[in-house]
């Protein structure tokens, strides 16, 4: 494969022996290219994070240190989710720093959305850089940047891993996953071994809430953006839509509409539920959720979330729109 262009002509990763070649060959190449060195990964916990880790420690063992930021815009009880999931198999090769304030601080009165990837992007270098420091031995950064976040880079949206970086990281980049769709990342996640429940995970952007707290950021709203989602979540497992649906979540827009509570008028914010189908992230199609479980979700939205007096229902196919919305 270059190493630039992903071959048109390649086979795509559709079979379990195909995708046990491809975990054997970039073994090899990881193997190669880090030596002896150590290298630092950032684990959100997502599929792409996951299969990441998974491979580079089946390849180099404990030279991985994992670090899991919890940069204040993940959803409801994500840390703890990806700390309990990891612990046992990374121990003391997991790290957590919790930068929350940090984050959204560098984030506060940035309304576009390139600037928050940059910001973004470049203040987890910066964090990573700190806690390379307390270690010995760390020359390497790896990622897991997907094909499909090459793809938008060029001329649709940064990535907070795809130009987004600051030219000097100090690190060279490992990126094992990086010329993989989704459906190829999971089905390699498959031949890795990863359970079916972290292979199979709702995608989640690097920037996390940030750009689903459309425009300025700020604590209630992200908050009205993490509350919204858990709802959703919840529901979408209740009804069995979580086994159907490939991504869904909920956008709060800074926008206020007039609506009545109790007899009283109101001014807040509305609650946009976004729900695709897709198998590589390059396409996507919305899916047609049955209206008495959006009912049930509008319900629960408008009664728990503060701040929210609107639900509405994103029918955008990608392309036209893209999956997030911003």
């Given at each position: ?63 991985l ?23 046992n198999d ?25 600037k ?23 020359s390497f ?13 060029q ?30 990342v ?80 109101t ?60």
């Amino acid at each position: 494969m270059n190493e630039n262009v992903r071959n048109p002509k390649m086979l795509r990763i559709n079979s379990k022996p195909l995708a046990e070649a491809f975990v054997e060959e970039q073994i090899e190449k990881i193997k190669e290219q880090v030596k002896d060195g150590r290298v630092l990964l950032g684990l959100s916990g997502g599929v792409d994070s996951s299969v990441c880790a998974a491979l580079l420690a089946k390849a180099i063992s404990d030279k991985l240190v994992c670090v899991h930021v919890n940069h204040g815009l993940l959803r409801k009880n994500e840390s703890e989710e990806v700390l309990g999931f990891f612990k046992n198999d990374l121990k003391d090769n997991l790290i957590y720093v919790d930068a929350s304030n940090e984050f959204l601080d560098a984030l506060k009165g940035v309304t576009d959305p390139e600037k928050k990837r940059k910001i973004i992007g470049e203040l987890f270098i910066k964090v990573f850089k700190r806690e390379a420091q307390k270690l010995e031995g760390i020359s390497f950064l790896a990622q897991g940047t997907i094909y499909s976040d090459v793809l938008e880079s060029q001329g649709v949206k940064a990535h907070h891993n795809v130009g987004g970086l600051p030219s000097e990281l100090g690190f060279e980049l490992v990126e094992p996953i990086k010329f993989l769709y989704k459906d190829e990342v999971r089905q390699v996640g498959e031949a890795l071994g990863l359970p079916h429940k972290m292979v199979h995970r709702q995608p989640f952007p690097g920037p996390g809430l940030s750009v689903r707290c459309i425009g300025a950021i700020t604590k209630d709203r992200l908050e009205a953006v993490r509350e919204s989602d858990a709802i959703l979540r919840e529901e979408f497992a209740l009804a069995g839509l979580d086994k159907k649906v490939w991504q869904y979540f909920t956008v709060v827009p800074p926008i206020k509409s007039t609506g009545i509570k109790k007899g009283k008028r109101t001014f807040e914010w509305p609650v946009i539920i976004r729900a695709v189908n897709s198998v590589d992230a390059v396409t996507a199609t919305i899916e047609k959720i049955p209206y008495e479980i959006l009912e049930k979700i509008r319900d629960r939205i408008l009664a728990e979330v503060k701040g929210v007096n609107r639900v509405l229902y994103d029918l955008s196919n990608k392309p036209g729109a893209t999956i997030e919305w911003e």
